[in-house]
């Protein structure tokens, strides 16, 4: 029976994925010639967390269980691997030379020579690489790799991975679902959590290197002295483990806070306050990454007020931070009132700006162009904007699928956008490979830059203060899967998820499996329980659990359920066609065209694209009106399947745990059929009436 992250005291689930409890001795046995001696090298606060790291997993991994060969580990800089190997030989050099570059890092073996202990080496040329170098070879050994199999050479995709964190200052998570926030402002700066080393560790051992603390709806305070400080104390937790900490700021902080009677950004008071602020704020946090801003966006403060764009805001704030090494994350998050199509706001409002924002700004973009739907395309800004920086925003916390009582394995999501091809510079033009040349496609002209100095994809973070971290056992599996991705967007879901099974309910090949078998198929499952064919943001007002596809009140259009899915007797779905809202044309072609033909547009984004009649034929030789009822019914087969196959799992896994998911995957299917029950006969009502008038 699987006994790992059984909590250790701190609660079911605390220890995540990195519980670390003893290798079975078959998956142990080949690593035990390296382990007579683990040389790391130690004098930063990263190589420290290495060295740590070792020690812990180690003993964790293989306890006092058989003796350990005579081999040895190194894990180092280039200088201390040869150090330690007693000069640069021929061999030697091999270990520690032509390295990835920045925080990549390298896993090599000595070449076996007669006599020759064995030995295997991390190796960076940054001490966080040695970091990030440790945690894959600990990786590997945990989920039962064999030492020649952990060889590899990585280097991040991006240059910031990172998450968002939603918390406002009282303590309260906005779209959180795991408790209350991690940061106990009212304790710091003198008491100091363990959770924050704990978060900080489990976030270095997916690569994660940034972290905002705080809300993008942002409280002007956390601009304060008194706030500062306490931030401070958090950043220095962090940096031990490679992290650099941001903050998101409210536009109007110099009205708020500094009493000037504007936030005008070209204002010279305006400029002095934020410059003023960067000095203090630097000289408190000297590695501090920088800002997130949400301006002009859903009622938050920003340069329109002045009759200034995005680009004056954010240049301002990116030239307050430039000298300190600081960058400004500005966000496309934008819509308003009156819109014929929400979907065209951001495209149209950041567009005519492309070429005009400072080097240290980065617009970030979230993955589709509504607003973290269970499937959207890819929002059209990824492969338009030319000469700006982009950073992807995804969101971890599942506000629109589910929250913290879905099992939805979000991995399938991202990989689904990062894989696609906007064709910005012809084909292959990825997002993943925009991401990492800069967001911008004249990135991709750049001839090999793997890393473009200002690369990020962000998370909006589902963790909170509770046992699990993230609401149930299963929810830290997007944690780990967002870190996973955004280091590497090659990488197989399912993969990544088999090494979170392996790390966090055990090894046994029958156990990961049926635990694969549970997560790989749930997002699809929630798509067609929730939202098939594309239909999208026809959730129940404001806090967006389950469904009411029949809102059609409130302040806002462009917040009511009709005005997306535009369901009457001629069809479903919201034209975005030529003839429609010319959503299409925002596209690169032959991007744009492929969406615009209802015959090309893949159908899994055909109701986002297109009004479809509700006699059409689809794929499946059924009419529109015939295949959405399916869609549902095959949505609540599948979250009621996950169930079944969670249930058979019962005797590997404790019962305690066990028990604890099949409440969640209850909760599932329950909604699951809800939602079947109010979408089905609601949009049905609309196919009938066109019968009707046809007949
Ligand atoms: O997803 C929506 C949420 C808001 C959020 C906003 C944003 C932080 O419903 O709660 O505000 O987007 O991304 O700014």
Same mark, same amino acid.
């Given at each position: ?29 080949p690593w035990l ?12 606060? +990263?190589?420290?967390s290495?060295?740590?790291? =070792? ?5 964790g ?51 076996? +020579?007669?006599g ?28 039962g ?17 990172m ?26 700066p ?24 705080n ?13 500062l ?8 937790v ?9 903050? $998101? %700021? ?24 934020w410059?003023?602020?960067?000095r ?28 200034? /764009? ?8 990116a ?27 951001? *495209? ?25 739907q ?54 292959? $033009?990825?997002? +993943? ?40 056992? =299963?929810h ?27 790390? /966090? *309910? ?5 156990l ?5 078998? %549970? ?18 943001h ?50 690169r ?95 049905? $009502? ?10």
């Open positions: 029976m699987s006994s790992r992250n059984n909590g250790k005291g701190r609660g079911l689930g605390y220890e995540l994925w990195l519980g670390r409890s003893a290798l079975p001795p078959d998956l142990g046995a010639p390296f382990l007579g001696e683990v040389k790391v090298e130690r004098g930063t606060a +990263a190589l420290d290495a060295s740590a790291e =070792f020690a812990r997993s180690l003993e991994l293989f306890g006092t269980g058989p003796e350990a060969g005579p081999g040895s580990i190194i894990a180092g800089r280039p200088a201390f691997v040869e150090q330690t190997l007693g000069g640069k030989s021929a061999a030697n050099g091999t270990l520690t030379g032509g390295l990835p570059p920045g925080d990549g890092f390298a896993i090599r073996l000595a070449p076996a +020579a007669a020759d202990k064995p030995r295997l080496a991390v190796v960076s040329t940054t001490d966080r690489g040695v970091l990030y170098g440790t945690f894959a070879l600990l990786r590997a050994m945990a989920t790799m064999r030492p020649e199999a952990a060889v590899s050479e990585e280097t991040p995709a991006v240059s910031f991975r998450l968002d964190h939603w918390d406002n200052l009282d303590g309260s998570i906005e779209r959180g679902y795991a408790g209350r926030s991690l940061w106990k402002w009212g304790e710091l003198v008491k100091v959590d363990p959770r924050y080393a704990d978060y900080a560790r489990a976030c270095a051992s997916v690569g994660i290197n940034a972290s905002c603390l809300n993008v709806n942002a409280a002007c305070e956390i601009l304060s002295t008194e706030y400080e306490k931030i401070a104390v958090i950043a220095g962090l940096r031990a483990w490679g992290i650099r900490t941001f903050l $998101s %700021v409210n536009f109007s902080s110099p009205i708020k806070m500094g009493g000037l009677n504007t936030a005008d950004p070209l204002d010279p008071a305006v400029i002095a306050w410059s003023a602020k960067a203090e704020l630097y000289a408190l946090i000297p590695d501090f990454g920088g800002f997130v801003v949400k301006a002009d966006s859903e009622g938050q403060p920003g340069p329109f007020a002045y009759g200034r /764009t995005h680009a004056d805001g954010a240049n301002m704030l030239r307050a931070l430039g000298s300190f090494g600081g960058i400004v994350i500005w966000r496309a998050f934008v819509y308003g009132h009156g819109e014929t199509d929400r979907a065209k706001k951001a *495209w149209a409002n950041f567009m005519p700006h492309d070429g005009e924002f400072e080097p240290n700004v980065a617009v970030q973009v979230k993955n589709g162009a509504i607003d973290f269970p499937r959207e395309p890819v929002h059209p800004l990824f492969g338009s904007m030319e000469k700006s920086s982009l950073f992807m925003e995804f969101q971890v916390t599942q506000e629109y699928l589910g929250q913290g009582n879905h099992v939805v394995y979000l991995g399938p999501m991202w990989k689904e956008i990062l894989d696609f091809d906007t064709h910005a510079r012809g084909k292959g $033009s990825t997002v +993943a490979r925009l991401l990492s040349a800069g967001g911008g496609a004249e990135g991709l002209d750049r001839e090999s830059a793997p890393v473009a100095p200002l690369s990020g994809i962000a998370g909006v973070s589902n963790i909170g203060d509770d046992a699990t971290w993230c609401g149930s056992l =299963f830290p599996l997007n944690w780990y899967a967002f870190g996973r991705l955004a280091w590497d967007p090659s990488l197989d879901t399912d993969a990544i998820a088999r090494e979170w099974i392996a790390q /966090t *309910w055990g090894t046994d090949r029958g990961i499996d049926g635990i694969l078998a %549970v997560v790989s198929p749930s997002w699809e499952a929630c798509v067609d329980y929730m939202t098939p064919l594309c239909l999208h026809i959730m129940r007002e404001h806090h967006h659990y389950g469904p009411d596809p029949a809102f059609d009140a409130g302040e806002r259009e462009d917040w009511r359920s009709t005005y997306y899915h535009r369901a009457d007797s001629a069809g479903l779905g919201f034209d975005r066609t030529r003839t429609g809202s010319g959503g299409v044309d925002q596209y072609k032959p991007v744009a065209d492929l969406f615009d033909d209802i015959e090309t547009c893949p159908e899994k984004y055909l109701l986002w694209f297109h009004h479809v009649p509700w006699d059409r034929v689809l794929s499946s030789g059924m009419t529109l009106a015939q295949e959405l009822p399916a869609r549902y019914a095959r949505g609540v087969a599948a979250a009621e399947r996950m169930r079944e196959r969670w249930r058979a799992l019962a005797p590997r896994i404790d019962p305690a745990r066990h028990a604890a998911v099949l409440a969640k995957l209850d909760i599932q299917a329950a909604d699951a059929k809800e939602w079947e029950a109010v979408c089905v006969p609601y949009f049905l $009502s609309f196919a009938k009436a066109s019968a009707k008038e046809l007949s």
